[in-house]
């Protein structure tokens, strides 16, 4: 990779994405375009999922809807360890598949996120998870002065909740 996520150099070439940053693991964050951005919450209480899925890792209740929580434990060992002894917050997106059950999900992360251009060709593409037996549902991932950052493939995600 030539080029970070953060240079943003006028050299680079490409489509600039507005996109949140969020501080989501211990020197690794997730990138998610700011459009499926919904609002940052705090202090929610997550309830009993209905859903069996692997991926859901409870349901908050938000403007009146109720909205898994997504849980990234089936990835707990290819992925940095979770970040602790830091305030909880959750972060909720808009799915961008219509026909999915789900038109919000939540992450949790502990930081507060950034707003930020960056070049689409910043990003290393990824083919698949570090082990042919996980779904991973993330596109892309770049090095950055703090550590790790995986683009999110919402399509991807909302379809394993």
């Known amino acids: 990779m030539a080029n ?3 240079q943003g150099t006028a050299q680079q070439g490409g489509r600039q994405v507005q996109v949140h940053i969020v501080p989501w693991r211990e020197n690794c964050s997730l990138i998610l375009p700011s459009a499926v951005v919904a609002e940052v919450i705090y202090h929610v209480d997550t309830l009993t999922p209905t859903a069996s899925s692997e991926w859901i890792r409870g349901v908050i209740s938000w403007r009146g809807l109720a909205v898994p929580l997504v849980s990234f434990d089936p990835l707990k060992d290819v992925l ?3 970040i602790t002894g830091e ?3 959750l972060l909720v997106c808009r799915s961008l ?3 999915s059950p789900y038109t919000h999900f939540a992450i949790e992360f502990y930081r507060l996120p950034r707003h930020m251009l960056v070049f ?3 990003f290393e593409q990824i083919v ?3 082990q042919p037996e996980h779904d991973w549902p993330f596109i892309a991932r770049a090095q950055l002065a703090k550590g790790d950052v995986f683009v999110l ?3 991807k995600l909302v379809s394993l909740l």
Request: no cysteine.
């Open 4 to 6: 970070t996520a953060e």
């Open 80 to 82: 940095p360890e979770p």
């Open 87 to 89: 305030s909880r917050r």
């Open 97 to 99: 598949d219509e026909s």
């Open 120 to 122: 689409e060709d910043s």
């Open 128 to 130: 698949g998870g570090v």
């Open 153 to 155: 493939d919402i399509d």
